[in-house]
């Protein structure tokens, strides 16, 4: 090892003429599936369609990527003291309103999976769908948070904007739609990703898409985008919860591993319950690699580990 003689790796502008290079076989395979031609290649569970079989491999692993909405919880900032956002029962009420398992059906061909846990994604050891009980399409739920937070059916609520970036546009909409099914009106506002980075940096953001690719893996790097005492980045929605921070600094000092797990459910559970963050999907990693490339697989960081592949 390694078996092969060298790479090369290729950057294109536009993920059209990356497919089209990869189609005409001058790529060897491609990371992740643009949204325009997945419908082409995959099926609405995420599998390759028929045309395609024995012609290219689809490869996919969980990847530690968690895709979410994030909402600014500073009581001390004016953009919240004057938002709805700012009562848990309506960020709640976000979380119930909407099908993440129909949204990733028809809008991601099954690309990941709903995120109806934590903010801990699939593929790390202390991930657990039921020591952390996370938001599920409940739009009865939902309605009574509403009355609960005094805006019965949504009379009342003032509308809320969502900034998004322009890749993510259907599935803002999407959201959208269903939310203003259970009576939460949300306006979809599109910006250029760099201003929209900018905006969550400097907590004028109230309302907006992101994600958390892991540095290393180990569900401390999520968590710590909610400790108190860390800046944005990574804490964008500026999220404060002392007993939060008190398990934080308490993992931080556990060697035990099974002890360390059971503080992050503890820090998830009580995160997600309070709601600065709207959970979409936990990502996976997806390649679509020629037949002629063997030992070559994907893995939790998305990393290219090549020691052991071979191209005939």
């Not at 180990?218 to 990574?234: C, G, I, Q, R, T």
Request: proline fraction near 5%; glycine fraction near 4%; include cysteine.
């Amino acid at each position: 090892m390694p078996y092969l003689d060298g790479i090369k790796v290729s950057f294109f502008d536009s993920k059209a003429t990356e497919f089209l290079e990869f189609r005409q076989q001058r790529l060897d395979f491609i990371n992740d599936i643009e949204a325009s031609f997945k419908d082409e290649i995959l099926t609405k569970t995420g599998n390759l369609k028929k045309e395609w079989e024995g012609k290219l491999l689809l490869q996919k692993h969980p990847y530690l990527n968690i895709e979410y909405l994030g909402i600014l919880v500073d009581t001390n900032n004016v953009l919240v003291k004057q938002s709805p956002l700012r009562l848990q029962k309506i960020r709640q009420a976000i979380n119930y309103g909407f099908d993440r398992r129909k949204m990733m059906l028809y809008l991601r061909n099954s690309i990941g999976k709903a995120a109806e846990s934590g903010f801990v994604p699939a593929g790390l050891p202390c991930y657990d769908t039921v020591a952390v009980k996370g938001y599920h399409y409940d739009p009865a739920k939902a309605k009574q948070l509403l009355i609960e937070a005094g805006f019965p059916n949504g009379e009342n609520l003032p509308v809320i904007k969502l900034l998004t970036i322009p890749v993510y546009a259907d599935l803002a909409g999407y959201i959208a739609n269903e939310l203003q099914q259970v009576g939460i009106k949300i306006q979809v506002e599109t910006v250029q990703k760099s201003l929209l980075l900018e905006q969550t940096s400097k907590s004028q953001a109230l309302f907006f898409r992101g994600s958390w690719i892991a540095d290393y893996p180990d569900a401390e790097n999520y968590l710590s985008v909610f400790y108190s005492k860390n800046p944005a980045p990574p804490n964008y929605t500026r999220y404060h919860n002392p007993v939060f921070d008190e398990l934080y600094e308490k993992a931080n000092a556990e060697k035990n591993d099974s002890l360390r797990y059971k503080l992050y459910q503890q820090m998830d559970q009580l995160m997600i319950s309070d709601a600065p963050v709207v959970p979409l999907w936990y990502d996976m990693a997806i390649h679509l690699v020629h037949t002629n490339i063997k030992g070559f697989v994907p893995n939790s960081l998305n990393l290219l580990e090549l020691r052991r592949t071979k191209k005939y």
